[in-house]
């Protein structure tokens, strides 16, 4: 909303009003402002008798008809009220309520925006915590941490060809090669989808702890990925598992191997084994078992193996391995305590298990 002025603005009324009129005729309206869009203009009503009202209006219609602002009656500290034709003077004055609006010269606070209409600002200081600079541009004005502090400053020059700089230092932007060290202590979060580290065919990217001699490096020689020690060292994965997601893991030796043992239990006859849980089974009967179930057993095409303890209980208990491949039917220990192992092997998923048994392992 604007407050519109015109100069040497003065009428009188042509119809007298009442305390809650909102249409003004006067005589004479055409040296009045036309409001419009919002825009109003303030006119004063004085009688012989000095009675005044200040009325805000949202339009002239220059053939000498006022219309009133909404709520726009005896504003400024005035009293609406009723007025003479004739001898009513209306006219433009500067008022309080117009002059409120001016930013001082001294200080002040805005209650709106100041549209610069692609002027510019000179010399300014902005300053306080609530102060922003929201869309636009800042061009060739340095970023300080402090009046005159240049070791720090971020700089973009309006040139558009010279590069930014960070305390004197070119910043690096897509597509250039990183030839400056990474000094930063804490966490480098790389949040893209993507992110790569593309070094040439052949050549070594490395991770040391200070000394250059000890590294572990990757090295890509176009084909495969090598990943080796520099100097002999052992790679050790502590307090963590390694999951190939069924790769395979050529020419290895396997020093100190131990596999996961899982203890299962039977349940109403049923006998139901994890293959993901571990590869030897400690089995403890309870009752006869009627059914066994393995499931999540390697994919078609690659071998898995088990091995099943079943330690005998009380009751001399039965296993059944129906659906199982013996060479020779199995035949179960049936002494309280005794030991039994079972092998068992598949090469198609699990459809087929091929098992193998030895009974009465005893202390000799």
């Not at 992110?195 to 990757?218: E, K, M, T």
């Not at 030897?280 to 390697?298: F, Q």
Request: charged share 15%.
């Amino acid at each position: 909303m604007a407050i519109l002025f015109a100069n040497n603005c003065s009428t009188t009324l042509s119809v007298g009003i009442t305390a809650g009129s909102t249409s003004i005729q006067v005589a004479d309206s055409s040296a009045f402002p036309q409001p419009t869009g919002g825009d109003v203009i303030y006119i004063t009503l004085e009688d012989p008798a000095g009675d005044i009202e200040v009325i805000r209006c949202s339009a002239n219609d220059a053939v000498n008809t006022f219309t009133v602002d909404t709520g726009g009656r005896g504003v400024d500290g005035t009293t609406a009220q009723a007025f003479n034709a004739t001898e009513t003077r209306v006219e433009l004055r500067l008022i309080k309520s117009v002059v409120d609006n001016w930013l001082q010269l001294t200080g002040g606070s805005l209650t709106g925006n100041i549209d610069m209409n692609s002027n510019n600002v000179i010399d300014a200081v902005l300053s306080g915590t609530g102060t922003k600079v929201i869309a636009g541009e800042i061009v060739d004005v340095p970023i300080r941490g402090a009046t005159g502090a240049t070791g720090n400053q971020i700089l973009v020059n309006s040139d558009g060809t010279t590069r930014a700089t960070a305390g004197g230092a070119a910043i690096l932007c897509t597509g250039d090669d990183i030839m400056a060290e990474l000094d930063v202590t804490g966490t480098i979060t790389f949040n893209s989808a993507t992110v790569a580290v593309v070094v040439p065919g052949g050549v070594p990217l490395r991770i040391n702890d200070g000394d250059d001699s000890h590294n572990v490096q990757i090295i890509h020689d176009g084909t495969n990925p090598q990943f080796s020690c520099t100097n002999d060292e052992d790679f050790i994965f502590a307090n963590s598992s390694i999951d190939l997601s069924l790769n395979q893991l050529k020419q290895a030796e396997f020093i100190d191997q131990s596999v996961t043992e899982q203890t299962v239990g039977s349940s109403l006859g049923i006998l139901t084994i994890d293959y993901s849980l571990g590869s030897y089974v400690n089995v403890a009967l309870t009752e006869n078992i009627t059914s066994i179930v393995i499931n999540n057993a390697p994919a078609n095409g690659a071998v898995g193996s088990l091995r099943i303890k079943f330690t005998q209980g009380a009751s001399a208990y039965t296993i059944s391995w129906t659906g199982y491949k013996f060479a020779k039917t199995p035949a179960h220990s049936t002494t309280n305590g005794a030991i039994d192992f079972v092998d068992l092997w598949t090469d198609d998923g699990g459809t087929t298990w091929y098992c193998a048994m030895d009974d009465n392992w005893v202390t000799q």
